[in-house]
């Protein structure tokens, strides 16, 4: 089976404090991707990032970045600095290599307050 | 570009009707997934159109069907509503091994 666990419900923060969103996965297949998307109260879920299950490296992309670890099937994702703009809800999601129909399985979102 | 653009935006039913829900992928995107997203949660898997074929499905009954088009626009069909599925809908697509784009969804009510 396949799962995806983010554990926080809801964090608020204070503008320029950093945060990190937790995920953790469950999958039997060897070869996965992970992703992250953010839903903003518009309703469209924003793709942030991919990583596939042979690229432990992690990713800074501004003031966003990324730390994948196999050995505890996690992928956080951190917030530098945060903004009120970054105020959304977070989701986690693994897409298992042996789908060939692509089906992502969501965790239950991580709604994230940045206060000003 | 223009990206995944999905109609209505709001929509309100009845328990017991049908409905459509239309979606345009993302230009040269030829695969299309539907996600339900009830409130509060994760969206679930639908399922997903290839070529004009529905080549995966998600555990979901056979009241919900849909139809992919020659020009890779889909539709959501759902019938005999039921309260529980008040939802907000979402389309996604994609070409080859490309993450999924949304769009921003369709929130649906039965009342």
């Known amino acids: 089976a396949q799962k995806v666990t983010q554990a926080q419900t809801e964090i608020s923060v204070v503008e320029k404090e950093d945060v990190t969103l937790d995920c953790v996965y469950e999958t039997r297949d060897t070869t996965y991707y992970l992703f992250w998307y953010k839903q903003p109260p518009s309703g469209e879920l924003v793709f942030l990032i991919r990583?596939?299950?042979?690229?432990?490296q992690n990713e800074i992309s501004g003031r966003y970045s990324w730390n994948f670890q196999k050995s505890t099937s996690s992928f956080n994702f951190t917030i530098t600095a945060s903004q009120v703009v970054d105020s959304a809800v977070y989701f986690c999601a693994l897409r298992g290599g042996s789908s060939n129909t692509g089906k992502l399985i969501f965790g239950q979102g991580t709604t994230l307050q940045v206060k000003p | 570009e223009t990206g995944v653009t999905q109609s209505p935006t709001h929509l309100i039913k009845t328990r017991g009707q049908q409905v459509t829900l239309r979606c345009s992928s993302q230009s040269g995107h030829n695969t299309v997934s539907w996600y339900q997203q009830a409130l509060g949660q994760g969206p679930q898997f639908i399922f997903q159109?290839?070529?004009?074929?529905?080549?995966g499905r998600g555990n979901f009954p056979p009241r919900f069907s849909g139809l992919q088009f020659p020009n890779y626009s889909s539709e959501l069909n759902v019938n005999a509503l039921e309260l529980d599925d008040s939802a907000l809908y979402l389309c996604?697509?994609?070409?080859?091994?490309?993450?999924?784009?949304f769009g921003n969804g369709t929130r649906l009510t039965v009342t």
């Open positions: 159109y290839y070529r004009e074929e529905e080549n």
């Open positions: 990583r596939n299950s042979f690229d432990e």
């Open positions: 996604a697509s994609r070409v080859g091994n490309s993450p999924l784009h």
